[in-house]
């Protein structure tokens, strides 16, 4: 009692008044709670059907009804921007034959690309309809996947022949899969902006020290946790992998190659965007050139089955998959598709072999060179299939981060 008066002589409010306060908002949440359950019950009913008593109901929380109005109007914005569209084929058909000409007629063409293209390789995108991050967001797990087994698909293998024909400058991608490198395309015509689960480094060495490997890298990885558990060959020190995740920035030269996608976005007179939402490299300005006038800036032509926030700002919006355009596109263009060819795997002459002492740091499934060769890396046999099953450090990561700076901000 004593302790109470001292607090409420000192100016502030005592405890039993706190507790008064905070039962009093309890319960005008619950109160506002029932209100909105009410009223959105009443807004489903159709306007003929409702009582005297219900339409004075919503006249009486007009506010509560138009708050839940607006709310609704922008589910059903959301919902149409994931729905996926296809354009008919006679619509499909004439779109290619306007970006044929595009590509054409383009100096310098700049392609940006994204989950989408890797999907025909059995790598689920984010944000399709069995994309991570929607699986996630309905409460579902993400089924497991051999990310080693994936291999270039028809997309990877057209890119790789239009920069072969001088057709493409760059390509600037956001995968991780390391796909566009197994293709046959030349690093020097790639930016990997989010790193390549098949190459770790050793950031002590001058310069930067790489390791290519026959396996994902990232077993022990995740946000902010970057070290392999190996060692470098030639300084000691632990290696680590490349993958820029959610909320961090990525300062790699390689394989993130910023400099010559910067360099490429900057000379451009024509940009392709293949299966990105664009929902990630929006936020890069460099790469669309935004302190020019719209005029001046590169033409944007966009392929994807989803709405992206550069739609209103292309030339032109093809709705198919990445396969299936640029198999259409190819034949416009009167070019070969190569089949990819694990011979040519540019990756069996790039890999670094781990020492003998190095065989037990790593359980993920190898690639396996053609013919029957030896390994680049050391025996995995006691792989379990729980290993083999499981996801790399870098995918499906950065869903729970989104969602915990949505509630903190809410």
């Known amino acids: 009692i004593q302790s109470l008066t001292i607090e409420a002589d000192g100016g502030g409010p005592s405890r039993s008044e706190r507790k008064a306060l905070e039962k009093a ?16 019950r009443l807004l489903k009913k159709p306007e003929a059907e409702r009582s005297e008593e219900e339409a004075a109901v919503l006249r009486l929380h007009r506010d509560t009804a138009e708050e839940l109005c607006r709310r609704q109007v922008r589910r059903n914005v959301l919902k149409r921007k994931q729905e996926e569209v296809c354009d008919d084929v006679e619509e499909l058909k004439t779109k290619i034959r306007l ?19 890797s999907t025909a390789a059995s790598i689920p995108d984010y944000r399709g309809p069995n994309g991570v991050w929607t699986q996630l967001q309905k409460g579902r797990s993400i089924s497991s996947t051999d990310l080693s087994k994936a291999q270039p698909t028809l997309t990877h ?20 899969d390391g796909l566009h490198l197994r293709s046959g395309l030349p690093r020097s015509a790639l930016s990997e902006l989010h790193g390549n689960m098949f190459i770790e480094v050793c950031a002590s060495c001058s310069p930067v020290r790489e390791y290519v490997r026959l396996f994902d890298v990232t077993e022990r990885t995740s946000l902010h946790r970057h070290g392999t558990g190996r060692r470098c060959h030639h300084c000691g020190d632990e290696l680590r992998d490349t993958i820029v995740h959610f909320g961090e920035r990525g300062t790699l030269e390689q394989p993130l190659n910023w400099k010559g996608a910067a360099e490429a976005a900057e000379a451009a007179d024509v940009i392709l965007c293949l299966g990105s939402s664009l929902k990630v490299l929006k936020k890069y300005a460099c790469l669309w050139c935004m302190n020019r006038p719209a005029s001046k800036r ?44 694990k011979a040519d795997d540019p990756i069996f ?47 499906g990561r950065g869903y729970g981060k989104g969602r915990r700076k949505k509630k903190k901000a809410s």
């Open 25 to 40: 908002r309890i319960l005008q949440r619950e109160s506002e709670r029932k209100i909105f359950s009410l009223v959105g």
């Open 157 to 176: 293998m057209c890119i790789r022949t239009l920069h072969k024909e001088k057709l493409v400058k760059h390509v600037v991608s956001q995968n991780c």
């Open 349 to 395: 002459s790039l890999a670094t072999p781990l020492l003998p002492e190095e065989g037990n740091t790593h359980s993920r499934e190898v690639i396996s060179p053609p013919g029957g060769q030896e390994d680049c890396s050391a025996d995995t046999e006691e792989q379990t299939d729980e290993a083999s099953s499981v996801q790399g450090g870098w995918f």
């Open 298 to 341: 590169p033409k944007l032509y966009i392929v994807n089955l989803q709405w992206t926030p550069k739609d209103d700002l292309a030339v032109l919006k093809i709705n198919g998959k990445c396969d299936e355009v640029m198999s259409l596109l190819m034949e416009e263009l009167n070019l070969q598709i190569p089949a990819y060819e």
């Open 99 to 117: 970006l044929a000409a595009a590509i054409k007629q383009a100096n310098r063409l700049v392609v940006y690309t994204g989950a989408g293209i």
